[in-house]
């Protein structure tokens, strides 16, 4: 059983700045691969960022790049995602994805590609 949380959103004013957390529990978390995703209201889920097993290759939406960046702490199973420079349209729940089928350096920036998810944390961003 693998469980997943994410933690971390909250209210922040445009420019400012989030930290979210993905912890994950249940089995090796080394052997995954970890991804957010985000949906806003009336919108599909979209991919924002992903990371390798090792953290070695990062992956970044174009929307997010340069603002938005992804690690992993594979001793406290947990994966950050360090947003700044936030803007209204960054507001939506962010979702954390895990799934370990993807090899040392492999990711998708699909939804469907991943079996675990968390229950999202809510992002709000005042303009």
């Known amino acids: 059983q693998v469980h997943v949380v994410e933690s971390g959103g909250g209210l922040v004013q445009a420019g400012g700045s989030l930290r979210l957390s993905c912890a994950v529990s249940g089995r090796t978390f080394s052997n995954y691969a970890v991804a957010w995703f985000r949906q806003a209201p009336g919108k599909e889920r979209e991919f924002v960022s992903a990371?390798?097993?090792?953290?070695?290759?990062?992956r970044y939406a174009d929307s997010v790049k340069g603002r938005f960046t992804i690690s992993r702490d594979n001793a406290k199973n947990t994966v950050y995602l360090q947003m700044n420079s936030l803007k209204p349209e960054d507001m939506a729940i962010y979702y954390c994805?895990?799934?370990?089928?993807?090899?040392?350096?492999?990711?998708?920036?699909?939804?469907?590609?991943?079996?675990?998810w968390g229950q999202g944390t809510q992002v709000t961003v005042s303009s």
């Open positions: 990371i390798t097993q090792s953290g070695s290759t990062t």
């Open positions: 994805a895990v799934d370990d089928k993807f090899g040392n350096s492999g990711y998708s920036v699909h939804p469907a590609a991943y079996a675990y």
